[in-house]
């Protein structure tokens, strides 16, 4: 494969990413289950778009605050309902 047909693949790859694409998979990302050409394609969607960014950055800092609060681990409900919220929370 050449680099440029690669380059051509991979933006086609990028920008077949949307922000709701994004926004969905974004918990496989957090846990490390995204499969390589969605992590590239969300890297390079991240890279271009702000709002995700931003939407990551948040998401992270949630997650870190839930897993700071003390003695009891957050009921998997609770942290599925807040994961859920999140995903609406662009719509
Ligand atoms: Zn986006």
């Known amino acids: 494969m050449t680099s440029k047909l690669k380059q051509a693949l991979m ?3 990028a920008g077949n990413m949307t922000c709701k694409a994004v926004t969905n998979v974004i918990t496989d990302y957090l846990e490390g289950a995204l499969p390589f050409w969605d992590w590239v394609r969300f890297h390079m969607h991240l890279g271009m778009c702000f709002g995700c960014r931003n939407y990551l950055r948040q998401m992270k800092q949630t ?17 599925d309902e807040l994961l859920k919220r999140f995903k609406d929370w662009k719509r």
């Open 11 to 13: 933006s086609y790859m």
């Open 63 to 79: 997650i870190k605050t839930l897993e700071k609060l003390p003695s009891e681990p957050m009921p998997p409900a609770i942290r």
